[in-house]
């Protein structure tokens, strides 16, 4: 068992004032109404929605496609954030280097997606698989490249002039920023390229008493912002530094165990998050490819996204929390940002080579089926993908 050393970082906190932007309605044509999610394996007689946003730097747009019964995908509409997408310098296949860009609050009936060009996040109503803009919001930072949520409150991680991050409570449909919650990385504005230099993702623990932020190889680190009862974030996170790793995205599984790409080795390693917000590493197992960054997790297993070997590794979590490898899978160029039905039965994977998203069935034994692919428009080196 390897115990990776914590430490409080000396970050400081920034006052930005978040005010809201004017609310812009977007008219949807006739709602398609899609079944409610059912317990894992069963069947949606209708199908349900996939979600992509194309990132594109002219005019952010997110994609809705329906969802068939088989897990094929068809676009249903094209609707504009409001806002522009960005290009982080040194990428290619992945303007944002981010994961979690576009965040799918199922129980609101909210769709959250950054606008990295804009430093905005728009919020879309979700009718079944078209969408209906509310709102526009300044994030408080700058190049926000990742969004989560938990109850009724919505944070944002901003990529650059050292990283950020900034919070908001949600009344109804609608963000308010509070200007006491937005906390500074501490990141150096100047490193390049930015790529790999900037943070990677933002995300609540499952239970909503923490927020985790990885830091690729800004910090090579992984930042746990312990939140109060009332939802203030601690000044400075307890900080778990990872030398070489560049920790890119993460998921939890069933379990609340941290499972982080690591793109330095191409690997993925699993941490037990404690109180204190100290991690403890259960192991690390190398993908054997290249540009191991994203990592999607469906009951107990997990799938990881190589962007330079266009493959997909599969694990599955045993019960002491060590992986057991599946396979690789391929895709098309470009293996980017994944998301998995809320049935658990397909994965969807943004390919960004091309701007496509791969369609897969996920069997039994873990194992991926292609069953298809869509060609999202304006999406070459798109990311942020979400699935009912």
């Given at each position: ?35 409610r ?13 996939v ?8 005019a ?5 496609y ?16 409001g ?9 290619v ?61 919505v ?33 150096d ?34 930042d ?8 203030t ?5 307890v900080?778990?530094t ?15 165990r ?31 490819q ?36 599946l396979?690789n ?60």
């Amino acid at each position: 068992m390897t115990v990776r050393r914590s430490r409080l970082a000396t970050v400081a906190v920034t006052a930005v004032t978040a005010a809201a932007a004017a609310a812009a309605l977007f008219a949807a044509p006739g709602a398609s109404a899609s079944a409610r999610p059912g317990p894992h394996g069963t069947t949606h007689p209708r199908g349900g929605a996939v979600f992509v946003q194309s990132d594109n730097t002219t005019a952010n747009t997110v994609v809705a496609y329906h969802r068939a019964p088989d897990g094929t995908l068809s676009r249903r509409g094209v609707f504009p954030t409001g806002g522009r997408g960005g290009v982080l310098d040194g990428s290619v296949v992945d303007h944002l280097a981010s994961q979690g860009s576009l965040a799918y609050d199922r129980e609101a009936g909210l769709l959250y997606a950054v606008n990295a060009g804009s430093d905005t996040l728009t919020v879309f109503a979700v009718h079944g698989d078209r969408l209906e803009r509310l709102q526009i919001v300044p994030t408080g930072g700058d190049f926000p490249v990742s969004v989560t949520f938990h109850g009724n409150r919505v944070w944002v991680l901003n990529a650059l002039d050292g990283g950020s991050i900034q919070g908001f409570v949600r009344t109804g449909h609608r963000l308010r920023g509070i200007d006491s919650w937005h906390r500074g990385l501490g990141l150096d504005p100047a490193a390049t390229p930015q790529f790999t230099h900037t943070p990677g993702q933002i995300s609540f623990t499952p239970d909503g008493s923490n927020l985790v932020v990885t830091t690729k190889a800004g910090a090579n680190s992984i930042d746990v912002f312990r939140l109060n009862r009332r939802g203030t974030p601690a000044v400075r996170p307890v900080v778990t530094t990872v030398p070489g790793a560049v920790p890119f995205g993460f998921a939890f599984d069933p379990e609340g165990r941290l499972q982080v790409t690591e793109a330095g080795p191409n690997a993925v390693e699993t941490f037990v998050l404690h109180r204190d917000g100290t991690l403890t590493s259960l192991g690390q197992v190398l993908t054997g490819q290249a540009a191991t960054c994203w990592i999607v997790a469906t009951d107990h297993k997990l799938y990881a996204s190589n962007a330079g070997s266009a493959t997909l590794s599969g694990y599955r979590v045993r019960r002491d929390g060590t992986l057991a490898a599946l396979g690789n899978t391929a895709t098309d160029p470009g293996t980017v940002d994944a998301a998995v039905s809320s049935d658990g039965r397909n994965l969807y994977v943004q390919t960004g080579a091309q701007g496509h998203v791969n369609e897969f069935r996920v069997n039994r034994d873990g194992s991926l089926t292609r069953i298809g692919s869509v060609t999202v428009p304006g999406a070459v080196g798109g990311e942020g993908i979400a699935a009912d």
